[in-house]
């Protein structure tokens, strides 16, 4: 399929708004036709206008039923991932789905299974990965700069906690905003997680607390290789975006920054003062969700496997299911094989 | 004229390319009709039907000679740029220039009477002034966030020389090189030039002194408004193209570094070692390229004034002229009015 | 006590050469009468002549003898650390002590019991509260400058493994390296340690686990305030010392890095490379030595508390033992009251 | 005379006291025996008795007609520098004279003769020769790490101005605070001063104007060795005290940047803020102040050539001066050969 790949997009989100702008502006290999979402606003209608998308629908089924469309991105909410994944893949349409698949494993378990029948690609949305920082963490533990790597640190925190409301629904702190950082300990590593064991509190906001969630955490895991990795975040930095990782081996440690919009250093009265990081997601990783968009593309285009399979989406989520877990019972705890 | 700009580009070198993939791939608002270019290469041609520009041609006439296009992008070789410009003005279209729009002062000033009678606009292409970091710079000076200012500085260093054989035809280091940094002081300060000293030397390559060039040179400015400024510059930095400028007055200074491909730092038994500044031009000036094509464009399409008009084509030549005179007089020299 | 304090220096090693060196340059307020060893070297009779020192000793009762000894610095092997401090405090001195007062939790318990009846003064040697890099984190926090604390991060790694007959009766890396760590975290939280978990591994050195120790880890502690803390520890940087800590809270993080010798930056072909970080504890806390020497003689003259008392030298050998267990039951462990 | 060195102090100001306090805590080889000023203040008798130094005099000929006393510090105003270092060099004691000897240049060549006359050490005191960073560079420069040397950048800016009543006799900025930065230049570069131009402006405050002198400079120096080299400078930078340099050479560059007191970065909503460098001389200095005092006291014991001798005091004078006239003339002048 080395022609143009024609897409749907299932949702009209901010992430539904990130993937068409990637699209129209950076990858012409790919062009989407039709955009669906139930509730699609009039700003929703305008910038598909001006990304190139002449149809809109409210029906995701028109994208599942256009037999011209070649691939499937769903971004629409958690909850109807799995369901629209199955149905796309049964409809032999290839899929991108944002993370995570479900929170509930036996859905994930029965989605791949559906996606591997069908014999279709899918690529689960861990946009992170494809980030010019992590990237370089993961070339230093590949090339061995840094020779046996030893330890993985990742420093996960938000600029803000979402609303009360979509706490209550995200599946808790792990499942929703920890489970980047379960991805990148096992795309550093090159390993998967034998044991987890967390620790966490309610520090930001007692509302979180209340909605049975925590604000704050560190996570260590024990990795099938023997190395041991360990994930900080807290739902509230009020300086920004905070997402650093270290990775540290026998012959050193390559650690990254948070990237900000320029070098600039001010030399005041009050102090020497640099730029805060980029603001959040869309900010920080404009240029990954771009680079992730291209790999799917790619991968469709050269018949290949997706860079972050199914198999990807399945594995964080066992091990927040973990991490979840111990917090209960206060051991480290075996994660579920998949 | 809110509709799309149509355009063309006249020579089809390296950054004949660069606008061209910033037009197709981050500009809807404009279209490149044609290029144009009598040693048009395969890969030029190549790359032209990538980025979308259905019509090529050996004479850049076809291209003056066009009522569909609005705008001409003048990127030949220099000596071809004042006598372009002036055609495609007289044409009725509106000019980007690359700079320096000549060597020769009264060419220039010539050029610039012609557009001016023809009424169209003129952009020249100094890209750096749409630079993150530069436009930082520039914004702690128009904010008074640094106080008043009391000096500049520039440091520009190039990764390696030109060929002996551009060096030859180049108008000097000053004229082809620093012509930039004349500008950035312009920029930041928001002032002119009153008196201009060079020293400079043959410190990289003896075969530059015998084409009758310097490689490397300090410059220092007095401005019109009372601030210092200074310019350092050589024509090789082994770890790269080195960027830099630093505002200083009378409650701080902002200095920028650098760009980099990442911020990743590797803690190794040789030292902390981070990464070198993006290699050229092309790298660093990315965005900036995409941005001042931007500027350009919205200049066109709401009839205002481009950012980087023909004047400020037209100082930087004779600051450079007098930085040439003074390396002769040892004295520092007075800037031609224009 | 506002007179010359009189010292004597038991133990002729690394650390009594520091101290001694600290007192003789910084601290005319007081004056080391007498050094003693039972192995007292040539080179140990040279440094003690250089920084004036006038008596010697093979026996270190010859100290705890002399009437016009006002304190007792004790820097000879951990296992006389308890021994040598009693015999010291029941002759009325007051009493410096190297860290750990010993491994053994009811040895100490007894010394600071005899400490406590004797009405002498006791200061542990946790040094690295004088550095200055954590007592401004330490501010931060007191001060709240990062508003309420929510969590802390301490990367503690040395620069190579101690031999292995050193390791095989170091009481383990917990209480020999992270004990220090665990000091930190007290001090930067102004809480006590409730639950400590750890993960461990054998990944610098085999002989190392042979001998029934650990080289690299990750300590997650539950503060009795709330607040998350977390140490990583490895036994071998090769890039040297690494001692660095973080604070976390409500109103932003202040992150501390390494002390280097200078602050060069060579950009080469090969990357821009700073300066390692200073080799070891003799280098980074050179001042934190004499600091620290200096509090104690202050104390003494003031007839005030130390800064850092006896308790502050058990509370960490009950944090390390409750980690050691943690490592055999794969749960996160209470701290011994005390 | 590798014996105890001797010292008289002649003046009982900040920098008497720097040198005092340096040599009591710091260099067991010399002793003060007396110190000697006209106006000496309670302040310094105190200060005076707590670094050791017994005697004290309102008369300075009491050190220089003492027989004991090795050497002399001349610490005094600089209108008494060359009668008191003559003074003492014919009474056959060494000296140690602060920067600048002189303002007047013949006065200088006298009391350089008189000194080779007597045959005693004469060093000057250019203490930033012996600062952790700017030894980097010099190294970086003599072990070719940077290749050939091509370019030399300082940076020196003062926190803030001197009053002006100390303006108006000091002879000028290039003379009182430049003149640090023309040694600098040689000290880097390891060669003379063939011409200089400055380029200067009254920026900070009119006052300084009004009393002859500027604030603001930038002075281009081209090196007998063909090298360039640059200082800026300015009497006021709200941040405190900026002292950086950069050696540029054909294998690349190394920067030094400014001393903090620790290496805290507070990541706040405001940015992300280090630490100002430390406020002035005496606080960046104070090392190298230290370091100065015992290399010169090495040379004594030692007999050998100070490391900055009495030309070394003379040549930035011979710079200044041609600097001072640059301003006038608009022209690169020559220096004065010595």
């Known amino acids: 399929m080395s022609e143009k790949i024609t897409l749907g997009i299932i949702g009209a989100g901010r992430i539904a708004h990130v993937h068409a702008k990637s699209l129209f502006f950076h990858i012409p290999e790919a062009e989407v036709k039709m955009i669906a979402d139930p509730f699609l606003s009039p700003q929703a209608e305008e910038w598909a206008a001006k990304f190139g998308i002449k149809n809109t629908s409210k029906d995701y089924k028109d994208i599942i039923n256009d037999p011209e469309i070649d691939a499937v991105l769903v971004c629409s909410s958690?909850?109807?991932?799995?369901?629209?994944?199955q149905e796309a893949a049964l409809a032999g349409k290839h899929v991108f789905c944002e993370k995570p698949i479900d929170h509930d494993i036996a859905k994930i378990r029965k989605?791949?299974?559906?996606?591997?029948?069908?014999?279709?690609?899918?690529?689960?949305?861990?946009?992170?990965?494809?980030?010019?920082?992590?990237?370089?963490?993961?070339d230093a533990v590949v090339s061995k700069k840094i020779g046996d790597l030893h330890m993985v640190k990742v420093t996960s925190r938000d600029p803000g906690p979402p609303p009360i409301e979509y706490v209550k629904v995200s599946g808790g702190m792990f499942m929703d905003m920890t489970i980047h950082d379960f991805?990148?300990?096992?795309?550093?590593?090159?390993?998967?997680?034998?044991?987890?064991?967390?620790?966490?509190?309610?520090?930001?906001?007692?509302?979180?607390?209340?909605a049975g969630d925590v604000d704050t955490?560190?996570?260590?895991?024990?990795?099938?290789?023997?190395?041991?990795?360990?994930?900080d975040n807290s739902r509230k930095a009020v300086y920004g975006y905070d997402q650093r990782a270290e990775v540290f081996g026998s012959l050193g440690a390559v650690a990254t920054g948070n990237d900000t919009t320029n070098t600039a250093v001010f030399s005041s009265g009050e102090g020497v003062i640099a730029?805060?990081?980029?603001?959040?997601?869309?900010?920080?990783?404009?240029?990954?969700?771009?680079d992730e968009m291209k790999s799917f593309i790619a991968a469709l285009r050269n018949g290949e496997e997706t860079p972050v399979t199914g198999m990807?989406?399945?594995?964080?989520?066992?091990?927040a299911a973990a991490a979840k877990k111990s917090l209960e019972t206060g051991k480290k705890e075996p994660v579920e094989s998949v």
């Open 312 to 319: 990807d989406g399945l594995r964080p989520v066992l091990i």
């Open 275 to 290: 730029e805060k990081p980029l603001f959040f997601f869309l900010e920080r990783y404009e240029q990954a969700f771009a």
């Open 217 to 231: 955490a560190v996570i260590t895991m024990e990795m099938e290789n023997g190395t041991i990795a360990v994930i």
């Open 78 to 85: 958690t909850d109807t991932h799995a369901q629209i994944t």
């Open 111 to 138: 989605t791949l299974e559906v996606v591997k029948k069908a014999g279709v690609q899918l690529q689960i949305g861990f946009n992170r990965r494809f980030d010019h920082n992590f990237k370089a963490l993961k």
């Open 183 to 210: 991805d990148m300990v096992r795309f550093l590593t090159g390993s998967e997680v034998k044991t987890v064991f967390a620790s966490a509190a309610v520090l930001v906001d007692p509302a979180i607390g209340k």
